[in-house]
């Protein structure tokens, strides 16, 4: 069985500050892990995904996310909060015989402040 | 736009009811997946069909049963509703079953059971 623990259900920045949304898996097969941002009303959106590459992995909107087998983590960060950045986000994991299923962390609301 | 279709995407019925969710894949992708998203249980992975094939269970109601047709587009029949069922319900797609392939969510159809 694998599972998503999201560390925080609420995280709040300033305007320019950095991001860091927390995520760390189990899993008893080598891990495929995603993030996933869902805007107010709207359906969810992939940021980034780990797929055995590189261990840091890029994704849109400037954020990025590192892979650490020791840690079982894959924190989500942005050098930068935006406004727009103001979101739900999803950690989530698959791998093995999942048939690509992914199985979700319980999301972070991230609040941007001026 | 993730190029998946939901419909309706907004749905009022009543206690007892029975209503369809439908879900059009994006163009050339074999594989439908259906989440509940609840304020109590977060995303929970439903069901998935690969080219009109169950592959997948997951925490999915015996009052719920969903289908893939051969021109890949799936629908969701939720009967029997309870207030409890008042979700926001998403299709997504990934072009095969594999770990590691993207999977694309649409904009959910949200239900309200009144």
């Known amino acids: 069985a694998q599972s998503v623990t999201q560390l925080g259900s609420h995280v709040s920045v300033s305007e320019g500050a950095l991001v860091l949304l927390r995520c760390n898996y189990s899993?008893?097969?080598?891990?495929?892990l995603f993030w996933y941002v869902q805007y107010p009303n709207q359906g969810l959106q992939l940021l980034l995904k780990?797929?055995?590459?590189?261990?840091l992995v890029k994704g849109i909107n400037g954020f990025e996310a590192e892979f650490k087998k020791s840690e079982t983590s894959f924190h989500l960060t942005k050098p930068s909060a935006h406004m727009s950045d103001a979101a739900e986000y999803f950690c989530?994991?698959?791998?093995?015989?999942?048939?690509?299923?992914?199985?979700f962390g319980q999301g972070t609301i991230l609040t941007v402040h001026p | 736009d993730s190029g998946v279709t939901q419909t309706p995407k907004h749905l009022i019925t009543a206690t007892g009811q029975r209503v369809t969710l439908r879900c059009s894949p994006r163009?050339?992708?074999?594989?439908v997946y259906w989440y509940q998203q609840s304020l109590d249980q977060g995303l929970q992975f439903l069901i998935q069909?690969?080219?009109?094939?169950?592959?997948a269970k997951g925490n999915i109601l015996e009052r719920f049963s969903a289908q893939q047709f051969p021109d890949l587009h799936s629908e969701l029949n939720l009967s029997s509703l309870e207030l409890g069922d008042s979700a926001l319900y998403f299709c997504?797609?990934?072009?095969?079953?594999?770990?590691?392939?993207?999977?694309?969510f649409g904009e959910g159809s949200w239900l309200t059971v009144v």
């Open positions: 163009s050339g992708d074999l594989s």
């Open positions: 997504a797609s990934s072009a095969q079953v594999s770990s590691g392939n993207t999977i694309y």
């Open positions: 069909y690969y080219n009109g094939e169950e592959r």
């Open positions: 989530a994991v698959t791998g093995g015989t999942s048939y690509g299923k992914l199985t």
């Open positions: 780990y797929t055995s590459a590189a261990t």
């Open positions: 899993s008893s097969v080598p891990p495929y």
